[in-house]
């Protein structure tokens, strides 16, 4: 169901966006570049729906939240302790409710867990690539190296994560 949720936003594109180039050249492995496109839009999308809980990242902070869009936090918080506060908190989302709404799943530790499986995404995609019958580090690198970057930024002391959960 979540891998649904994040296929039909994100992960979809760029599955079709790592596909189509081989497909139309009739290579063979363009369906192994269609999974690694979508892993890598699976974790795309994950890290958005972290950043949208946080302040300073270029979103408007609580946006896909307050336009009932399912994010991978949220999703993960509500199988572990229901819907009821979110039901709450979104029939009156004052910025003290939704602060309340951040600071239980932070302490909840699903943005960790959703970062974490954003992680396993991206190293699946990277073997498949690395598998294919062709050299294909550079592709590696820049998706490794996108991903590294944005992984250091969101979640390491320093970080958006860790800053903003120390406050």
Known sequence: MTSKIIDGKTGRLFGAAFALPPYYLEKPYWMELDKAGTLVG???????????????????????????????????????????????????????????????????????????????????????????????SDVVRLVSGYFENVFERVNVPGGLAYHVSQK
């Not at 994010?71 to 572990?80: D, G, V």
């Not at 029939?91 to 867990?113: M, T």
């Not at 991206?122 to 062709?134: G, R």
């Open 42 to 136: 699976r974790a795309f999308q994950i890290i958005d729906d972290v950043l949208d809980y946080f302040p300073g990242t270029g979103k408007d902070r609580f946006k896909d939240l307050l336009n009932g869009k399912a994010t991978l936090p949220l999703i993960l918080y509500t199988e572990r302790y229901g819907s009821s506060l979110v039901e709450r908190i979104l029939k009156n989302p004052s910025e003290e409710n939704l602060l309340e709404l951040f600071e239980r799943i932070v302490s909840a530790g699903v943005f960790e867990e959703s970062l974490k499986i954003a992680r396993e995404y991206v190293k699946e995609a990277l073997k498949l690539i690395e598998d294919l019958p062709f050299d294909g």
